[in-house]
């Protein structure tokens, strides 16, 4: 499991409490998030924010532990025992979740993610300094081993090497650097610490185990933190509408992750392949706005979709998957639903008439009489 720290700016185009001119000359808030990553074949949920004015800083120590502790105080299983109401567990199969952060590598901050008892592993990254800058020069060239992919495959015109010696001086015990050079993009303008045309990055962890490609291939997958904030945005967080900092607080506490948690749950347990990895904005334009008019007749709701429309498939397959999760409240029919299962040896989508049975299975013709019986009878009874 692991939790990404970003901060996000958030404009406001009214004087609001706490608004504050940014780092990007706008005007308003700098909001501190974590999201925890589904994986690749998922999004992710928030589990913390912390509200703050625009002039806050990128690496202040203190917002980064103070966020930290709030999402891993919403985990299930807190990798640490220090935590108020945070039991003392690892986790599933006792590996310890991972902190990452883009610009979290303070001394103050690792430091406390390497206390003893912690349990975590971090991977944060560091601004590339002068000396950092020194030492890659140094690095022989059989050194550097090749990144990878996701596949696993390797990444082409990328490299990875772990910096060692004096760098590490001050640290925290365990603590590896490990940076990674690249060729830019075509376009990309070079900055003044990049090396022999090659763009470098650097990035601190304290995991040992895993090759140096498999380690930043970690790290690399951090940006997937940039796409859980676009769906933020999508969702509420593109402006905070209260004047005053405790409302929006709650805003940003209560009513964005909920706005956010539906979209990011209901693909995974209720569509399938790519469909999964639809952020709210395509989700409004392919599923949300289906046109279809709900039509009751003989004790049975008939939703009529059309038959040309893309995504008509992923409409009607949601609700039959979503009916075959646990109900506490209602036990699982104990025979097959008529109608409700597409024919997916033909590799036919189903007609637009066909009949969706959006909670339990409709009553058979024997169920039907013997309902109808009893209620000729209890009439009957009535009137004697």
């Given at each position: 499991m692991t939790v990404d720290l970003d901060g996000v700016l958030v404009v406001a185009h009214s004087d609001k409490q706490d608004a504050a001119p940014t780092w990007k000359k706008t005007y308003g808030h700098h909001p501190l998030t974590g999201f925890v990553d589904h994986g690749p074949g998922g999004a992710g949920e928030p589990v913390a924010a912390l509200?703050?004015?625009?002039?806050?800083?990128?690496?202040?120590?203190?917002?980064?532990?103070?966020?930290?502790?709030?999402?891993?105080?919403?985990?299930?299983?807190?990798?640490?025992?220090?935590?108020?109401?945070?039991?003392?567990?690892?986790?599933?199969?006792?590996?310890?979740?991972?902190?990452?952060?883009?610009?979290?590598?303070?001394?103050?901050?690792?430091?406390?993610?390497?206390?003893r008892g912690r349990r975590l592993s971090y991977s944060v990254g560091m601004v590339i300094t002068e000396a950092v800058h020194q030492h890659v020069l140094k690095i022989p060239t059989s050194a550097w081993t090749p990144a990878v992919e996701t596949s696993g495959e390797v990444r082409d015109g990328a490299w990875v090497a772990e910096l060692t010696g004096t760098i590490l001086e001050g640290r925290p015990k365990g603590v590896?650097?490990?940076?990674?050079?690249?060729?830019?993009?075509?376009?990309?303008?070079?900055?003044?610490?990049?090396?022999?045309?090659?763009?470098?990055?650097?990035?601190?962890?304290?995991?040992?185990?895993?090759?140096?490609?498999?380690?930043?291939?970690?790290?690399?997958?951090?940006?997937?933190?940039?796409?859980?904030?676009?769906?933020?945005?999508?969702?509420?967080?593109?402006?905070l509408p209260p004047h005053d900092t405790a409302q929006n607080q709650v805003w940003l506490d209560e009513i964005v992750p909920i706005a956010l948690d539906l979209p990011a749950w209901m693909p995974m347990i209720a569509l399938t392949g790519q469909a999964r990895l639809w952020e709210p904005r395509r989700l409004r334009f392919?599923?949300?706005?289906?046109?279809?008019?709900?039509?009751?007749?003989?004790?049975?709701?008939?939703?009529?979709?059309?038959?040309?429309?893309?995504?008509?498939?992923?409409?009607?397959?949601?609700?039959?998957?979503?009916?075959?999760?646990?109900?506490?409240?209602?036990?699982?029919?104990?025979?097959?639903?008529e109608g409700t299962s597409p024919d997916r040896s033909s590799g036919t989508r189903r007609p637009p008439e066909t009949t969706l049975a959006p909670s339990a299975c409709p009553p058979s013709a024997t169920e039907s009489k013997t309902v109808h019986r009893l209620h000729r009878r209890t009439v009957t009874k009535d009137r004697g």
């Open positions: 509200l703050r004015p625009g002039n806050a800083g990128s690496n202040t120590a203190a917002d980064h532990i103070e966020t930290t502790r709030l999402a891993l105080a919403q985990l299930p299983n807190c990798p640490t025992a220090q935590l108020p109401n945070c039991p003392k567990n690892t986790g599933a199969g006792g590996r310890p979740p991972s902190a990452a952060n883009s610009a979290g590598a303070t001394h103050q901050f690792m430091a406390w993610l390497a206390r590896r650097l490990i940076v990674r050079k690249e060729r830019p993009h075509p376009g990309a303008q070079l900055r003044i610490t990049d090396a022999d045309g090659m763009r470098i990055t650097c990035f601190a962890t304290d995991t040992a185990g895993p090759p140096l490609a498999q380690l930043e291939l970690r790290d690399r997958l951090r940006a997937r933190a940039e796409d859980r904030i676009r769906a933020a945005r999508a969702t509420g967080l593109r402006n392919r599923l949300f706005p289906t046109a279809g008019q709900l039509v009751t007749t003989g004790r049975r709701s008939i939703l009529p979709l059309a038959r040309h429309r893309p995504w008509t498939g992923e409409v009607i397959t949601a609700p039959e998957r979503l009916a075959l999760l646990p109900n506490p409240d209602r036990p699982a029919p104990s025979r097959p639903c």
